[in-house]
């Protein structure tokens, strides 16, 4: 038993991490200044935020005296969040502006309230009184102003830190439609929302996420559309989030998905915001984090990232044609290397009597079995794909030559492949790049491998069993309580008109059912265009 | 036990494909018997045959709508003889399911992995239903709401492109040799449509019970009509003599026609068509299997049961047919017949016994009794298990030597 | 796990893996009896080597590979020879892409029912491949050459469609109508018949310049006639007009040429079938059966060595028609005479009048045998040439 316990047994804890006696001090002391409020005394008050922020070198103070009394006062700024001239500024209405006030001898208080009432028109000001909160604010690049014997410090609010311009998102692009993506900042991400969506129905409810980080994450929906269960649900899975940090949408998205460990993902993620709105209106739930373009819905199905925004914009036969394409490429990306393999090397009397002998001219003199000279060569794929995505574009487009042409000619030149694998990967790649979630596309390319060893190990059997578990899989995936495959499995056939085809935009009458959406109409019937009256039309007739 | 529930359309989707997959695996109104060129009009008595079995079980299900059999015969039939009942029917489900996928292993051993061990095939097969098992019947029918278009797909496409070269003249004469072969033909598919016993187990999953009926007979109807034009196609190309003589008939058509020099070897649709509804049949069965039994034994949950029984059922469908030639023997009408004829005296006849003479004593004195009424219920019971012997006698004498 | 599957899929260890090019594709096989009773197998195989250096440039070894391969062997039964086969050659031998099975004349006359069986049983071999009787060596026809194609094999296949589709001279059939006519009451079988032509040796030398000579040669086969069957056992050779009789019962033509003289001055004109319906119907009188067979023919013209005005005048199409028809009621006339010779029953009017008359079939079918020897055509053939070609009427030379 004892040799059981050592050998298998769980180690005993080892008991809580010891920190040193000092170390420890200086945490609850830290903690302790944080929750303290400010007092009366400016340089007291000063002293504790050059504590805090323990001498950072962006950490910036300005001092002065101002009014009448010489009230010495500060501004304290971390540099690079807030603009010069916007702290002059400050500084020349507190100093000048102050003088041409009828001041006499006035307290400091009053001199605060009167500074605060009457000189900052511009400025949306704020009164802190903890350390906790001014900390925080600092962080986020408001501008503070502090007064000697006043216990508070005045927050002038924040101007917005420098950003990217909103530019076409690169990983997103589209033949027709808006050329708008989101940026790093939430702000601008919301209002790039308010301004496609004009309800005061849209609501933005705000977390802020991340012990160390304090990242603002959004949650955005339409209130009327979206089902009450699913906004709850959201939130309380927002809110159980405890994390240090959320550096990006990755990291809400992995604590609030309900399967973690599925291949495919649960919540769509987006630069546009064009396809945020159209999700938000199909009553959907949108999650913004400040810091990261990359914006998630919820809830989707797998067919939903299958589409293109395209496909809304582009005339209706068209994007149902396309759209069926990107279906059947997807699945063409997930099994033709294994179905080649197991043909290849299983039921080698499947194919047409001509086909099969061209197959077996080109093994000819190949020294690998064929499922490793397609794992190889899929591998090598993988790699040049992923070496393309991290390089400079310049380089990327030599990688891509490289690869493609001077590696697959000589791999067939030197015999170390055969010209039907180098196609069917190929095919396999150009397949998967068709698929327009990358996350998705690089779901296909895992369960390939797995449809190649299955395909290697018992033949089309094992393509089929792997087909099922596959099916079974996603079959029991649900999205926030929506069943993944829908409208597929379970089948709702009223749903294919966005799934299999688009509809036309005046035939499109219902928002998806099983979303849960509360209002499913979404425009008034009959609205199909007609041409004029047939009497006018005879007067144009051949004049 | 959690209750899931499915669409009466999953429901019908479900059934059709276990009933259709037997049209494909081995054309039981052709190969059982000597129906030959006339195995089409033996479809139509199958269906007609079918019918009544699948009325015996929806119909007395659906008058249950909240419960399995487990539990209605319980009611029925008091504790112990309901027990044994629901043992029976458990029992027959388990011998459908190894037997189904015993065919599905048979051809996939003759045709395509002629080297790989039938215990491999066979359990591959189980495991992944009884994962599907194990999700949960909504799962299964949201699977078979996937597989469904697919399967029709994969039906009419292999249809479709053999269709030209039917020759009508395979089909003559039409009943030249009576009525008798046509009766035999269909005595073996009919027996199989016992498959639709999982029906005791699914109708209080369904949405709506009240309804089942209706969509069990439209599956039956729908799976009849693929065994119309499979018959058909299959002697109209094969020839009568050909096609029965094979095992597997409607495989070995499918790969023995040319339509164009590329349009060739196609076997593999239907070999696809029949694995996906092979899997659903098995995992609807394998669910039942395993939720029956859980309420047998009185567990909390069906689960733990799944995957010990999907073992035992590869176990048992390799041991208990030692060869091809003895699986086909046992669906020869003559043995097939009064086995499967057993299932429903010793399951069914004694529960509509009851039910009869229950809706009967309690219409004549309200409030009576139950006891009154299960004592005669088990007294016809007992009558029926005893009509087994001549019913048997009576089906040899009408079957012949066949 | 991942290492676990990657080794059970690398490793050869797997039941039915095979590389491809482990094995080699037998395009067409060939049977025939040994003397000594046993019967012997030639496999005409396919050489991958053949095709892929084409594409790999002038670095592959061996290069002029010949397109296929042929070798024999023999033993008890048509399984075992072809087991006997495998010390010969360096890979396995694959028999899902043998598209013709040619049968020796010699073994098609002692029983075919052996072939019959292996090809219906063994899972690799396909029904669709054409059984073929060939009149002279097997092993000359599956070695020899074709300019056009790659190998004989695939030639042997593309020239029996295409035999089957522009003349109606040879009855190919699939294996699995083959087998169902066999099994079929009151009907023989009726298999093509291939023969080879005699190939005269060109000079070797020709090609000492390396430059080709452009060389006339014969092609190797001829395709046309059949083997009439008496159950398993072949009765006799039928011509290509006895053959074309059978294509007209069944209603199989797809394309035929027939040529006659037609009035006016006594010269050819070629008619062209390209429609053909042919309906049978037995009437039973006690022992006594006649046919009546309906055939209708569509046909247009092709070429006229006649000066004949078609166009214009009336009666020299209704003779053409009626020439028409009296041609092909002669060839059905003289495929029953030919099938009465042979006492072979390989047009199926017994199987006619089973389908029909199933009851009266069970009386005649012991005696069948005579019943066919006095059996009587009631024929009511009816042809239309109902186009034209281009013109209307021959060129006027002035």
């Keep these: 038993m004892g040799l059981w316990q050592q050998l298998f047994g769980k180690r005993k804890a080892r008991g809580p991490k010891i920190l040193s006696l000092a170390d420890d001090l200086v945490i609850s002391e830290r903690e302790q200044k944080l929750n303290t409020k400010l007092s009366a005394n400016l340089t007291a008050n000063l002293n504790t935020i050059v504590d805090l922020f323990g001498n950072s070198a962006d950490f910036t103070i300005r001092h002065f005296k101002a009014g009448p009394d010489q009230l010495p006062g500060a501004v304290v700024v971390l540099e690079g969040l807030v603009r010069e001239d916007s702290i002059k500024d400050i500084q020349r209405v507190v100093l000048v502006d102050s003088l041409k006030l009828d001041l006499k001898a006035a307290k400091p208080k009053a001199f605060y309230q009167l500074i605060k009432d009457r000189l900052l028109p511009n400025y949306d000001l704020k009164e802190l009184d903890t350390f906790d909160r001014l900390c925080e604010n600092l962080s986020s690049g408001h501008k503070l102003l502090l007064f000697d014997g006043v216990d508070k410090a005045l927050d002038c609010g924040v101007e917005g830190y420098k950003s990217r311009a909103i530019e076409e998102p690169s990983a997103e692009t589209v033949i027709r439609g808006p050329r708008e993506g989101f940026v790093e900042s939430i702000r601008t991400n919301t209002s790039l929302i308010r301004r496609r969506i004009k309800t005061p129905n849209l609501w933005i409810e705000s977390f802020s996420l991340g012990n160390l980080t304090r990242t603002e994450v959004n949650m955005a929906y339409i209130k009327g559309l979206v089902s009450d269960q699913l906004v709850a649900e959201v939130r309380s899975r927002l809110e159980r989030i405890d994390i240090d940090s959320v550096l990006e949408s990755g990291y809400v998205e992995e604590f609030i998905e309900d399967d973690p460990f599925t291949i495919f993902p649960q919540l769509a993620r987006t630069e546009r915001p064009d396809k945020v709105a159209a999700g938000l209106l199909e009553g959907k739930v949108a999650i913004f984090t400040d810091g990261t373009p990359f914006v998630l819905i919820t809830p989707i199905n797998l067919w939903e990232l299958l589409q293109a925004p395209d496909d809304y914009y582009e005339r209706a036969s068209i994007a149902a044609f396309i759209r069926n394409l990107r279906i059947f490429a997807y699945w063409v990306s997930i099994l033709l290397p294994g179905s080649y393999v197991a043909v290849v090397n299983f039921h080698h009397e499947l194919l047409p009597s001509e086909l099969a002998l061209r197959i077996a001219a080109t093994r000819e003199g190949v020294p690998f079995p064929v499922v490793a000279e397609v794992l190889i060569m899929e591998l090598t794929f993988e790699m040049l794909r992923e070496a393309g995505i991290r390089l400079p574009q310049a380089i990327g487009s030599a990688i891509s030559i490289v690869g493609a042409l001077i590696l697959g000619e000589a791999a067939i030149r030197a015999g170390l492949a055969s010209p039907a694998v180098i196609i069917i990967v190929a095919i396999t790649a150009i397949a998967s790049f068709t698929v327009p979630a990358f996350d998705l596309g690089i779901s296909g390319r895992l369960l390939l491998f797995l449809f190649i060893m299955l395909g290697a190990t018992i033949g089309l059997l094992g393509i089929q069993l792997g087909l099922l578990m596959l099916l079974i899989h996603l079959c029991s995936l649900r999205s926030f309580g929506t069943p993944y495959f829908v409208p597929i499995g379970p089948m709702v056939v009223k749903d294919w008109r966005d799934v299999f085809i688009r509809i036309w935009w005046w035939g499109m009458l219902k928002r998806p059912h099983l979303v849960g959406t509360r209002d499913l109409d979404r425009e008034s019937p009959g609205q199909m265009p007609r041409p004029e009256s047939q009497d006018e039309g005879d007067d144009h007739e051949d004049n | ?402 | 796990m991942l290492l676990i599957g990657l080794f059970v899929t690398i490793s050869t260890g797997c039941w039915d893996r095979r590389e491809p090019e482990l094995l080699v594709f037998v395009l067409s096989v060939g049977f025939d009896k040994e003397p000594s009773g046993d019967y012997k197998i030639v496999a005409q195989m396919f050489n991958p080597l053949a095709l892929s250096q084409e594409g790999s440039g002038g670095g592959s070894p061996g290069g002029d590979k010949k397109p296929s391969w042929v070798v024999e062997a023999s033993g008890q039964t048509p399984f075992e020879a072809r087991k006997n086969l495998a010390p010969m050659v360096s890979r396995e031998l694959f028999w899902s892409y043998t598209s013709t099975v040619l049968i020796s004349e010699k073994l098609a006359r002692e029983g075919i029912r052996p072939i019959m069986d292996l090809l219906e049983r063994e899972r690799q071999f396909r029904l669709i491949a054409r059984p073929l009787v060939a009149e002279g060596d097997i092993k000359e026809i599956l070695a020899s050459e074709y300019p056009l194609e790659g190998c004989s094999g695939q030639a042997l296949l593309r020239q029996l469609n295409t035999g089957d589709k522009m003349r109606s001279i040879a009855p190919v059939l699939e294996m699995r109508e083959l087998i169902n006519v066999a099994a079929q009451p009151g009907r023989d079988l009726l298999i093509a018949k291939v023969k080879a032509r005699e190939v005269k040796e060109d000079a070797a030398g020709d090609k000492e310049e390396g430059v080709d000579k452009i060389v006339a040669t014969q092609p190797p086969i001829y395709l046309g006639g059949g083997a009439a069957f008496c159950g398993d056992r072949m009765a006799g050779w039928i011509s290509d007009r006895e053959a074309r009789g059978w294509h007209w019962v069944q209603g199989r033509v797809r394309r035929e040429t027939l040529t006659l003289v037609i009035r006016p001055d006594g010269e050819p004109v070629s008619v062209e079938i390209f429609r053909v319906q042919s309906q049978i119907k037995p009437v039973v009188k006690d022992d006594q059966v006649t046919m009546k067979i309906k055939v209708e023919v569509k046909g247009r013209v092709q070429d006229q060595v006649s000066e004949a005005d078609l166009a214009s005048e009336r009666k020299f199409l209704l003779s053409l028609e009626a020439r028409l028809a009296t041609l092909i009621k002669n060839d059905i006339k003289a495929a029953l005479k030919r099938a009465q010779e042979l006492d072979s029953d390989f047009l199926g009017f017994g199987n006619a009048v089973y389908r029909m008359e199933p009851k009266k079939w069970k009386l005649l079918e012991s005696k069948w045998s005579q019943v066919l020897a006095q059996l009587e055509l009631d024929l009511d053939v009816r042809a239309d040439v109902t186009v034209a070609g281009l013109i209307k009427e021959p060129v006027k030379m002035k």
């Excluded at chain 2, 039981?28 to 699948?54: E, Y």
């Excluded at chain 2, 070269?165 to 035999?184: D, K, S, T, Y």
């Excluded at chain 2, 694995?275 to 689960?303: E, H, M, N, P």
């Design chain 2, 1 to 402: 036990m959690k209750i899931t529930k499915i669409a009466n359309r999953q429901l019908l989707f479900i059934l059709f494909m276990m009933r259709t997959t037997v049209t494909i695996a081995f054309l039981p109104v052709l190969t059982s018997a000597d129906a030959a060129q006339d195995a089409w009009v033996a479809a139509l008595f199958t269906f007609l045959g079918s019918a009544v079995i699948v009325i015996l079980v929806a119909a007395l299900g659906a008058k249950y709508p909240k419960q399995t059999i487990v539990e209605y015969s319980t009611a029925l039939v008091s504790t112990w003889p309901g027990k044994v009942v629901s043992a029976v029917v458990l029992w027959a489900l388990f011998t459908i399911a190894a037997t189904d996928v015993r065919i599905y292993g048979e051809v996939l051993v003759t045709g395509f992995l002629v080297q790989t061990p039938l215990a491999v095939i066979i359990g591959g097969m189980v495991f992944v239903a009884a994962v599907a098992a194990w999700q949960g019947i909504e799962v299964i029918a949201r699977v078979a709401d996937t597989l469904f278009p697919l399967f029709v797909l994969m039906l009419v496409l292999s249809l479709g492109m053999v269709v030209p070269l039917v020759e009508i003249r395979n089909l003559q004469p039409v009943m030249a040799r009576g009525l008798l072969p046509v009766v035999r033909g269909s005595i073996t598919p009919t027996a199989i449509a016992a498959q639709m016993l999982v029906l005791t187990m699914l109708i209080p999953a369904v949405t709506e019970p009240n309804r089942a009926l209706a969509t069990a007979l439209w599956a039956l109807a729908g799976s009849s009509l693929v065994l119309v034009v499979v018959a058909v196609v299959t002697v109209g190309i094969l020839g009568p003599e050909q096609a029965s003589r094979s095992v597997f008939p409607f495989y070995v058509l499918t790969r023995s026609i040319e339509v164009t020099e590329f349009v060739q070897r196609i076997e593999v649709l239907p070999m696809f068509a029949w694995g996906f509804g092979l899997f659903i049949g098995i995992a609807t069965l394998i669910y039942s299997l395993a939720y029956g039994l859980a309420q047998v034994l009185g567990l909390a949950d069906y689960r733990p049961l799944v995957f010990p029984l999907a073992a035992l059922q590869t176990t048992f469908s390799v041991q208990a047919y030692k060869d091809v030639f003895e699986l086909l023997r046992f669906f020869k009408p003559r043995v097939v017949g009064p086995y499967i004829l057993a299932w429903f005296i010793l399951s069914l006849f004694p529960l509509w016994a009851a039910h009869f003479i229950r809706t009967v004593w309690g219409s004549r004195r309200q409030g009576g009794s139950d006891g009154q009424g299960r004592v005669w219920g088990q007294i016809l019971a007992v009558f029926s298990f005893a009509s087994y012997r001549p019913l048997c006698d009576y089906q040899h004498r009408l079957l012949g030597s066949a």
